[in-house]
Nanobody, 119 residues
């Protein structure tokens, strides 16, 4: 049974930081590209950041470049999202996504973790 379990969300003031974690089980983590998506109320889900299975190549949405950092620890089956200089518009549910790099039709989602940026 495949599980992706996110943690680390919460309430933070503008300008603050949070670090999200996503622990995967039931998959060979190292062969999956890993992504973080977010969905704000009334908006479509959007890709925030991704990290490849091989080489650890990273990509970011323009809105988070320079503020967010994605990383992975294959030994711990975990992907992270370090979020700095948070803004109210970063408020959303953040989802972890695993995509089998050689077969993208095989993909899995976590249940999401709420991030709220507010004073």
């Amino acid at each position: 049974q495949v599980q992706l379990v996110e943690s680390g969300g919460g309430l933070v003031q503008p300008g603050g930081s949070l670090k999200l974690s996503c622990v995967a089980s039931g998959i060979t983590f190292s062969v999956y590209d890993m992504n973080w998506y977010r969905q704000a109320p009334g908006k479509e889900r959007e890709l925030v950041a991704g990290i490849s299975s091989v080489g650890g190549r990273t990509d970011y949405a323009d809105s988070v470049k320079g503020r967010f950092t994605i990383s992975r620890d294959n030994a711990k089956n975990t992907v992270y999202l370090q979020m700095n200089s948070l803004k109210p518009e970063d408020t959303a549910v953040y989802f972890c996504n695993a995509v089998l790099s050689l077969r993208p039709s095989v993909n899995y989602w976590g249940q999401g973790t709420q991030v709220t940026v507010s004073s």
